[in-house]
């Protein structure tokens, strides 16, 4: 396998995980004879500094000439500031939407022996393996109107949560798909009892579950999936969901798993099938953590999840993403980053903790 990928590290702790998540990469590509072409540009704070913007159309373009995009974290409070000219969020936004990536999945897994990094109890986090597919170019994050205005001395904001039947059926399709390759649940999330965007995503589920009989659907209000989580997340498979729902859920998923330290993501224009690939928007669901950056002890394993995740859809290398996911397993079992430390176990840095998993491939 030859293929080429864009790498954006971008800002506080990213280019010290997108090290590490290359390093594994390298190991896979040493062990199963594939070659990739890395090609690096900057991305977020470290962008605007040099451009003026967050991402450059001579960037985009980087992308568009990849298979697909392994990104680090941006941002920092030298550039996010209320009434800043130049947001780093935009540029995650704007690769979303010129690419099409509409399916977020954002996998949770608490790997054997790491229950007692989960704020719940161990018995209740055993066995948690599910997916949050967030739809990931519509909703309330890019529905119009979406502005702020002054009336007659009172300022009004306002942001539109609209939601069409071609974009509610295509990432439920990818939920049910998924849920087809795993163990066969599906949970879709919405507000239908005081959003009308929910009461259509309920109905089109209902309407499309008839073409998927094998897959269990699953009902569940956004507030009530919240609370389940807390409760019993093992019982969750796939749940898919809107934009803004997703963004919440998520990331609440990756805590209970242990840390977000270990939350990486997938976002795809569509879940490939048999020998399609789909070009892939790679990066942790964490953030750039400006507080430690530097300090070498920043957790990588997000952004080396997120490496197996690009070969398993881009790639198509199923062995090789297993391989990264098994090796992630063997490394936490007695190595731990500060994050997900325990009594008992070895503390490592962020260098130590890629050296081991790439050593386990």
């Known amino acids: 396998m030859k293929g080429t990928i864009a790498v954006g590290a971008g800002d506080g702790i990213g280019p010290e995980i997108i090290v590490e998540g290359v390093k594994v990469l390298k190991a896979v590509e040493k062990k199963y004879g594939h070659e990739f072409t890395l090609k690096y540009f900057d991305i977020g704070g470290v962008s605007i500094d040099k451009f003026g913007t967050p991402l450059t159309d001579e960037n985009v373009q980087l992308c568009r000439d990849s298979d697909a995009f392994l990104h680090g974290s941006v941002g920092g409070p030298k550039w996010d500031y209320l009434g800043s000219k130049a947001y780093t969020n935009t540029c995650g936004l704007q690769i979303r939407k010129e690419f099409d990536v509409y399916a977020n999945l954002r996998p949770a897994k608490v790997y054997p022996g790491m229950e007692g990094c989960s704020p719940l109890k161990s018995e209740t986090v055993k066995g948690m393996d599910l997916v949050v597919v967030r739809e990931n170019t519509g909703g309330a994050y890019f529905g119009l109107p979406k502005k702020q205005w002054v009336e007659k001395g009172v300022r009004w904001a306002v942001d539109t949560m609209l939601y069409s039947e071609p974009q509610i059926e295509r990432i439920l399709r990818v939920g049910f798909e998924l849920a087809r390759l795993r163990r066969k649940k599906i949970a879709s999330v919405e507000k239908q009892n005081v959003t009308e965007t929910g009461k259509l995503w309920r109905a089109m589920a209902i309407e499309m579950s008839k073409e998927y009989p094998d897959v269990q659907l699953e009902h569940v209000l956004a ?7 807390l409760r019993n997340p093992a019982k969750f498979d796939v749940l898919v969901m809107a934009n803004l729902y997703g963004d919440i859920i998520s990331d609440e998923a990756a805590a209970i798993s242990g840390s977000l330290g270990m939350g990486g993501s997938a976002q795809l224009a569509g879940l490939p099938t048999g020998n399609e ?31 197996g995740y690009m070969l398993e859809y881009t790639y198509g290398l199923h062995q090789e993403a297993e391989a990264i996911d098994k090796a992630v397993a063997k490394a936490v079992v007695q190595h731990r980053t500060t994050d997900i430390m325990e009594e008992g176990k070895t503390a490592v840095n962020t260098i130590e903790m890629g050296d081991l998993i790439a050593a386990a491939i």
């Not at 507030?223 to 989580?229: F, G, K, N």
């Not at 790679?282 to 507080?291: I, L, N, Q, T, V």
């Open 223 to 229: 507030d009530a999936c919240t609370a389940w989580l």
């Open 277 to 307: 690939r789909a070009w892939g928007f790679y990066e942790s669901a964490h953030g750039s953590a400006p507080d430690i950056a530097g300090q070498g002890i920043a957790n990588p394993i997000a952004t080396i999840l997120s490496v």
